[in-house]
Nanobody
């Protein structure tokens, strides 16, 4: 079972930038879809961005134009570049991976591998 570990979260002022990283304990090349989700305590988890094997990306409307998802399959890594951050971007951010399905579909089929989360706070 591939473990995913996020890093790069922190506190930043509105308008600032952060870059999140997610590294797999083993090769992530077997995963078809990789994604970033975020969750505010007491609210449902929200899909932020996905990327497919060909590098095709999908974004939630609330982050489109500000966030960029990318990956480095050699390093088993997934990234989320976040610019023009807003206080409403404050959440715990999780990376996730799954082996099947259309990657533009955020929740179906369910993602099988999840990281532990990294806190992003925008003030």
């Amino acid at each position: 079972h591939v473990q995913l570990v996020e890093s790069g979260g922190g506190s930043v002022q509105a308008g600032g930038s952060l870059r999140l990283s997610c590294v797999g304990s083993e090769s992530t090349q077997s995963f078809r879809c990789m994604a970033w989700f975020r969750q505010v305590p007491g609210q449902e988890r929200m899909g932020v961005a996905t990327i497919d094997p060909d590098g095709v990306t999908t974004y939630a409307s609330s982050v489109k134009g500000r966030f960029t998802i990318s990956k480095d399959t050699v390093k088993n890594a997934l990234f989320l570049e976040m610019n023009s951050l807003k206080p409403e971007d404050t959440a715990i951010y999780y990376c996730a991976a799954r082996s099947g399905g259309y990657c533009y579909s955020m929740f179906s089929p369910p993602y099988t591998n999840w990281g532990q989360g990294t806190q992003v706070t925008v003030s």
